[in-house]
T-cell receptor, first 114, second 114 residues
């Protein structure tokens, strides 16, 4: 089965705290692509990052970092020094190489409290 | 790059009526996708086009749903004889079509069936 699980439905943290959003995926394909999207209150899904299955290097972009671990089929997203503007729903997504569509998790709603 | 454009932003209709949504993708993107998102859920794949060819349809897409992309540019999604269960956000996305390309989403059309 091809599946993305985001076990955390909702998280609240106080501004400036670090927060990690978990993502676990399932796929039979050995080649696949993983994504994170942000959906702010305005509703538009904003692409954040793509990771190929053969590239296990972790990535950092400003306050955002991603930890990809094939051994545990996880692709977790950490926001360091969170800000109120980070409040949104975050989706992890998977595209198996042999498939032309992206499969989304149910999302994690993140509240950053001032 | 003007982004993916969807019209209308909101549509309220009575049960049994037909509705049509339009999506204008990013101009150089040959793939166009339709997704549906209900409250608290991630986007669910409905169908996609490569140029004007509709290559895949989800089982979610009942016979009342039809999508077209006649000239390989804009696309329309029509729902006939709407039901209350059709109430959702309908998202359009486009991509260049290469293997690991992310999808670029529009703002969506929110449908309410009363």
């Amino acid at each position: 089965a091809q599946k993305v699980t985001q076990a955390q439905t909702e998280i609240s943290v106080v501004e400036k705290e670090d927060v990690t959003l978990d993502c676990v995926y399932e796929t039979r394909d050995t080649t696949y692509y993983l994504f994170w999207y942000k959906q702010p209150p305005s509703g538009e899904l904003v692409f954040l990052i793509r990771r190929n299955s053969f590239d296990e290097q972790n990535e950092i972009s400003g306050r955002y970092s991603w930890n990809f671990q094939k051994s545990t089929s996880s692709f977790n997203f950490t926001i360091t020094a969170s800000q109120v503007v980070d409040s949104a729903v975050y989706f992890c997504a998977l595209r198996p190489h042999r498939d032309d569509k992206i499969i989304f998790g149910k999302g994690t709603r993140l509240h950053i409290l001032p | 790059d003007t982004g993916v454009s969807q019209n209308p932003r909101h549509k309220i209709t009575k049960r049994g009526q037909n509705v049509t949504f339009r999506c204008d993708p990013i101009s150089e993107h040959n793939r166009l996708y339709w997704y549906r998102q209900t409250l608290g859920q991630g986007p669910e794949f409905l169908t996609y086009f490569q140029n004007e060819a509709q290559l895949e349809k989800s089982r979610l897409l009942s016979d009342r749903f039809s999508a077209e992309r006649p000239k390989g540019s804009f696309s329309t999604l029509e729902i006939q004889r709407t039901e209350q269960g059709d109430s959702a956000m309908y998202l359009c996305a486009s991509s260049p079509g290469t293997g690991n390309s992310p999808l670029h989403f529009g703002n969506g059309t929110r449908l309410t069936v009363t």
